[in-house]
């Protein structure tokens, strides 16, 4: 499969908890998306990498939240101390220039 | 700032019917605009673009989209809908230009839902 892959599809954890996901972009796409989406809404941006580079960080990406790309591959993002509100679908997305992106399946994270 | 809007939360129509699944835009300049299209509980799969050339832009499962600049609109269509067809579609916008981050802008999604 040469699609985005993304690790774990779903995560249950406990309030507090840290909890990381995985994001494998499609081979040779140099730019990398995060968004979360929760029930009823639209995805919304999280951060972005250019290669290894991490460019862009929207507002929603509070300081419990890190990602990085090492390599300008795979891609990380971390949430620590995770709140019921990070309950959520994060999305991970590639793309090889400027019109567009593939998404991956996701990871649905619930906070118990 | 860019933004799309889809005025309808959900879209019912008979197999077989055509279907039509609303967007409008709001941009600054040149607009990239995508729809893609969800299952549940999984990602987002795209349909088409459009970003230059001729205003009726074709996609993948017999979609297709119609640009139309004077009514800043960009509706989804398809001549006969399938009961598979039922799924969230998302109308979405590119932020930025060549050289920023081009994230995409996305709509709150209309539910199609397509009878037997």
């Known amino acids: 499969d040469t699609g985005v892959s993304q690790n774990p599809r779903h995560k249950i954890t406990k309030r507090g908890q840290n909890v990381t996901f995985r994001c494998d972009p499609i081979?040779?796409?140099?730019?990398l998306y995060w968004y979360r989406q929760t029930l009823g809404q639209g995805p919304e941006f999280l951060t972005y990498?250019?290669?290894?580079?991490?460019?862009?960080k929207s507002r929603l990406l509070s300081d419990r939240f890190s990602a990085e790309r090492p390599k300008g591959s795979f891609s990380t993002l971390e949430i620590q101390r995770t709140e019921q509100g990070d309950s959520a679908m994060y999305l991970c997305a590639s793309s090889p220039g400027a019109a567009g992106a593939f998404f991956g399946q996701g990871t649905r994270l619930t906070v118990v | 700032a860019q933004s799309v809007a889809q005025p309808e939360d959900q879209v019912n129509v008979a197999e077989g019917n055509p279907l039509t699944v609303k967007c409008t835009y709001s941009?600054?300049?040149?607009?990239?605009l995508f729809w893609y299209v969800q299952y549940p509980n999984r990602g987002l799969q795209f349909l088409l673009k459009?970003?230059?050339?001729?205003?009726l832009v074709k996609g993948s499962y017999g979609f297709e989209a119609e640009f139309n600049k004077s009514q800043t609109s960009f509706h989804l269509k398809k001549p006969s809908a399938l009961v598979s067809d039922s799924a969230l579609y998302f109308c979405?916008?590119?932020?930025?230009?060549?050289?920023?981050?081009?994230?995409?802008?996305f709509g709150t999604g209309t539910l199609l839902a397509v009878q037997p």
């Open positions: 990498f250019q290669n290894e580079a991490q460019l862009e």
């Open positions: 979405a916008v590119r932020d930025g230009y060549g050289g920023a981050t081009n994230k995409l802008i």
């Open positions: 459009y970003i230059t050339g001729d205003n």
């Open positions: 941009v600054s300049g040149n607009p990239y």
């Open positions: 081979s040779e796409h140099n730019r």
